[in-house]
C-alpha cells in the first residue's frame, strides 16, 4: 500500500505531503490544477518514462519520495533480494532530477537503478486510464492476465519447453558435427588405414635412425678392415713361424746371441694372434644385409614422411592415429547416435505439445469463464448490450505454450468485435477496463491501483455505477482515483482537493485533505460549477449520504 507521497520543487508543486489510506481514495479539482502532476511525481520515483522537464522553474533539483508498506510474502521482496538490497516492513523510493538532467535514485536509502524502480514498481502500483498502455489496454499482456485470472502454473510446461530446445539444439548439434565429418570421411577412412599399415610406435623414429647411421658407418669401413684381414691372413703367421724355426735351429750355436731376437717372435706370434682374432671379430660385427638397410631406410622414410603429411612429430603419429579412428568411429555410429537424439527430441516435443495442449484448453475455460464475469460486472455499468470476448489464437510454441490472448469487444449486437482499445469509445472504454479489473482484483494481492479519470465521458447512473464497482475494488486493495465525476467522489472513503493558486506571481498546486463540509462543498462544485447552489449542496449531500 503506499503509505505517503512527498513530493519538492516539481513543476508546480513547492512542497507537498501526501498521506493515503486504504480503500478507496479520491482526487478531485479543476481541469488544469495539477492532478496529472501528482500522476507525473509518483510515476517518476518508480522509474516510469515521463515527462523530462520535471524540475521547478528556478529550482536547483527537484525530489519525490514515496512510502509503501511491504508485509511479508509481498513480491517486492524477491525484487529487493535479487537487487541486494534489504527488505523492511516499510519501502522508501526517493528520486531526484536535478536541473541539467541528471537523476539519481534511492530504495532505502541505498542508491539503485532505474531498472530496480520499475521492477518494483510493477509489484507496487498498477495505473489504468484510457491512455494506458502498460496494463490492460496493452495485448502483449492480455495471456498473462487470462493465466493470473485463471491461476494457472506454468512451471511444468516451461520445464517441458526447455527440455524440447535442448534436445532439438543436442540433435542439431550432432547432426552439424555428423555433416562436418562427412566432408572429410575419404581423407579419414585413407588415413586411418595407411596409420594402421605402418603402425608407427613412440621412439621407433629415433631408434631406426641410430641404426640406420651406424649401418652406414659400418658399411664404409668394413672394405678396408677386410682386406687388412685378408693381408694378415696370407701367410704372415706362416713366415714368423719359418723364421721362428729357423733362428732356434741356429740359437744353439749363437751362444745366446738370438735370445732376444727369439723372444721378440714369439710375442709377435701371440700379437699377429690376436690382431687376426681381432680384424675377424670386428668383421664379423659389422656384417650386416644390405637389404635389410633398404628395408629399414623405407619405414624410416615413411614415418617422417606420414609426420610431414599430418603436422606432427613421429613420436605424435601414434594419437594422432588414435584422434582420427575416434572421429571415424563417430562417424561410423553417428547414425546411431542420431536416430537416438531423434527419438528424445520426438519424445520431448511430444511432452511439450501435449503440456501445450493442456494449457489451451485451461485457457479457453477460463476465457469463458472471465467472459461470464464481464457480461455481468457491464451490466451495471450500463453496458448490458456490449460483449467482451477472450479469444485464443496459435502463435509459435514457446516456454508459455502457443496461445496468444486478446480481449476484444463488440459495444452493439451485430457490430464487430475488435481490440479493445480500438473498438470501445472514450467512455466504454473506461467501463471496460473498469469491469476488467474488478473481475481481475484479487489475482495481484498487494497493488496500489490508479486509476486516471476513468470515468470521464460517463455521468448519472453510470457514473454511481462506476463509483459503486470502484469502491467495491476498494474493498480488497488500495484504489486511488483521479476523477471529475460527483457520483464517483461521494463513494471515496478519502478525499483530496486538487487546486492551483497564484501567490506573488507564481503558480503553485496544493492539495488539501477535505473534512465532511469542505467535501460537501467540493462535490457541490462539481455539481454546479462556478457558482455553488443550496441546490447543489443539497444535491452533493444527497450523494455522500447515498441517497
Same mark, same amino acid.
Given at each position: ?154 512451471? &511444468? =510446461? +516451461?520445464?517441458?519447453?526447455? /527440455?524440447?530446445?535442448? $534436445?532439438?539444439?543436442? *540433435?542439431?548439434? @550432432?547432426? #552439424?558435427? !555428423? ?63 719359418? &723364421? =721362428? +724355426?729357423?733362428?732356434?735351429? /741356429?740359437?744353439?750355436? $749363437?751362444?745366446?746371441? *738370438?735370445?732376444? @731376437?727369439? #723372444?721378440? !717372435? ?63 568411429? &563417430? =562417424? ?15 519424445? @520431448?516435443? #511430444? ?65 464487430? &468485435? ?16 473498469? @469491469? ?112
Amino acid at each position: 500500500m503506499l503509505r505517503s507521497l512527498d513530493i519538492r520543487d516539481v513543476l508546480i508543486i513547492d512542497r507537498l505531503e501526501l498521506n493515503f489510506q486504504p480503500g478507496l481514495n479520491v482526487l478531485t479539482g479543476e481541469t488544469g490544477a495539477g492532478k496529472s502532476i501528482l500522476l507525473d511525481a509518483l510515476g517518476f520515483v518508480l522509474g516510469w518514462r515521463g515527462r523530462a522537464d520535471l524540475v521547478r522553474s528556478g529550482a536547483a533539483q527537484g525530489e519525490v519520495t514515496a512510502v509503501f508498506d511491504l508485509p511479508q510474502g509481498h513480491a517486492a521482496r524477491a525484487v529487493l533480494e535479487t537487487a541486494g538490497i534489504e527488505a523492511e516492513d516499510e519501502l522508501i523510493l526517493r528520486r531526484t532530477n536535478s536541473a541539467d538532467g541528471r537523476k539519481t535514485a534511492y530504495v532505502n536509502d541505498r542508491r539503485a537503478s532505474g531498472e530496480v524502480l520499475r521492477d518494483l514498481s510493477d509489484t507496487l502500483v498498477e495505473l489504468h486510464g484510457q491512455h494506458d498502455d502498460r496494463g490492460l489496454l496493452n495485448p502483449r499482456g492480455h495471456r498473462v492476465l487470462l493465466d493470473t485470472y485463471a491461476g494457472l502454473d506454468l512451471a &511444468a =510446461l +516451461r520445464g517441458a519447453w526447455r /527440455a524440447r530446445s535442448e $534436445a532439438l539444439r543436442s *540433435l542439431s548439434e @550432432a547432426e #552439424a558435427r !555428423l555433416a562436418a565429418i562427412r566432408v572429410e570421411e575419404d581423407f579419414l577412412r585413407h588415413a586411418v588405414a595407411e596409420l594402421n599399415k605402418l603402425n608407427p610406435q613412440p621412439g621407433e623414429e629415433a631408434k631406426l635412425d641410430t641404426e640406420r647411421r651406424q649401418m652406414q658407418a659400418a658399411a664404409r669401413i668394413r672394405d678396408d678392415i677386410a682386406r687388412a684381414n685378408e693381408v694378415l691372413g696370407q701367410g704372415a703367421d706362416h713366415a714368423l713361424q719359418d &723364421a =721362428l +724355426r729357423w733362428l732356434n735351429g /741356429a740359437a744353439d750355436k $749363437a751362444e745366446g746371441r *738370438l735370445d732376444t @731376437a727369439l #723372444a721378440a !717372435l714369439e710375442r709377435a706370434m701371440v700379437e699377429l694372434s690376436d690382431a687376426q682374432s681381432g680384424v675377424k671379430s670386428c668383421l664379423e660385427a659389422l656384417d650386416f644385409d644390405e637389404a635389410a638397410l633398404e628395408r629399414l631406410e623405407e619405414r624410416l622414410f615413411a614415418i617422417r614422411a606420414l609426420a610431414r603429411k599430418h603436422a606432427v612429430l613421429p613420436d605424435d603419429l601414434g594419437a594422432h592415429a588414435e584422434t582420427l579412428r575416434a572421429r571415424l568411429d &563417430a =562417424l561410423d555410429g553417428g547414425e546411431r547416435g542420431l536416430i537416438r537424439l531423434r527419438q528424445a527430441a520426438a519424445t @520431448a516435443e #511430444a511432452d511439450y505439445a501435449r503440456r501445450a495442449a493442456a494449457m489451451t484448453e485451461a485457457r479457453r475455460a477460463a476465457a469463458l469463464r472471465l467472459d461470464a464475469a464481464m457480461a455481468a460486472e457491464l451490466a451495471p455499468l450500463k453496458m448490458e448490450r456490449a460483449v467482451f470476448r477472450t479469444e485464443l489464437s496459435p502463435v509459435a510454441p514457446g516456454p508459455d505454450g502457443q496461445d496468444e490472448v486478446t480481449f476484444t469487444v463488440a459495444t452493439n449486437p451485430g457490430a464487430p &468485435a475488435g481490440p479493445l482499445n480500438r473498438i470501445a469509445s472514450g467512455g466504454e472504454l473506461s467501463r471496460f477496463l473498469l @469491469a476488467l479489473k474488478v473481475c481481475l482484483t484479487g489475482q495481484t494481492p498487494g497493488l496500489t491501483l490508479i486509476f486516471d479519470e476513468i470515468d470521464r465521458g460517463v455521468g448519472g447512473a453510470t457514473a454511481d455505477a462506476v463509483g459503486r464497482r470502484l469502491a467495491q475494488l476498494a474493498k480488497g486493495a488500495q484504489v486511488l482515483v483521479v476523477t471529475h465525476s460527483p457520483q464517483v467522489a461521494a463513494l471515496g472513503a478519502h478525499h483530496w482537493r486538487v487546486e492551483k493558486r497564484v501567490t506573488d506571481g507564481t503558480t503553485l498546486s496544493t492539495v488539501t485533505p477535505l473534512a465532511p463540509e469542505a467535501r460537501t462543498e467540493e462535490i457541490a462544485r462539481m455539481l454546479a460549477g462556478d457558482t455553488v447552489t443550496e441546490a447543489a449542496r443539497a444535491a452533493a449531500r444527497a450523494l455522500l449520504s447515498g441517497g
